[in-house]
């Protein structure tokens, strides 16, 4: 298994002029490697370009406001956060404009007022997605074994689930991934959880049986 300062050469390598400067996934999982690294410039500047490639790609912002924070540049980190946070809301995205509100707030900066996207039809209205906080159709079994397809099972909606897997194969085809090598299924995997919502700390009590 790549440590991550081999995970952030690889995606380094992927985003040089010379190979695909325009992959806005890779500028996110180089993004996400640096923050995990603790080079939190880096990290913003990554995620950043990410954004600017794909505006749409809310987790961005968040990941970015985040990393600005943690560099102690708190004027931009608000503009970044703003910015995505009206993203997050247009697109349906709970989990990171909770996220990114939470963030403004202790920044001691407005969140933003934002017209309420209005849900589509759901086949009963009884089940809500926890990723969109909207109605729509329960999956009829988990999407594969263990703790976390069981989650997902209990929490994300088909339609969600689905938006997922075209997301997913985006991922694959623009990092080039090989799901029968350990390291691109982890790839793949902390792409899933990042889009679906779970956090490392969710993930951990999923795992632990807790």
């Known amino acids: ?4 300062n081999q995970r952030i050469a690889q ?3 992927m985003v040089r002029p010379e190979a695909d400067p325009n992959n806005d996934m890779a500028w996110f999982s180089l993004g996400s490697a640096y923050a995990q690294a603790g080079r939190h410039v880096d990290a913003a500047k990554a995620l950043i370009r990410c954004f600017e490639l794909n505006p749409a790609m809310s987790k961005a912002y968040q990941l970015a ?3 600005l924070i943690d560099a102690g540049d708190k004027e931009q980190a608000g503009e970044v956060l703003t910015a995505g946070y009206k993203i997050a809301a247009g697109k349906g995205d709970l989990m990171p404009r909770k996220a990114m509100g939470e963030m403004l707030e202790q920044l001691g900066l ?3 007022t934002v017209q309420e996207r209005q849900p589509g039809p759901a086949t009963d209205g009884s ?3 926890f990723r969109t906080g909207r109605p729509g159709r329960q999956m009829t079994r988990p999407p594969f074994k263990g703790p976390v397809g069981q989650w997902i099972f209990e929490h994300i909606s088909q339609q969600t689930f689905d938006e997922w897997i075209k997301q997913g194969t985006k991922v694959i085809n623009e990092l080039r991934l090989d799901l029968s090598r350990d390291e691109d299924s982890l790839t793949y995997d902390r792409h899933m959880r990042d889009y679906l919502g779970i956090d490392e700390a969710l993930l951990v009590k999923l795992e632990s049986g807790a």
Do not use: H, N, R
Request: aromatic share 12%.
């Open 1 to 4: 298994m790549l440590d991550i």
């Open 11 to 13: 995606f380094e390598t």
């Open 65 to 67: 406001g985040k990393a």
């Open 110 to 112: 407005p969140v933003p």
């Open 127 to 129: 089940f809500v997605c």
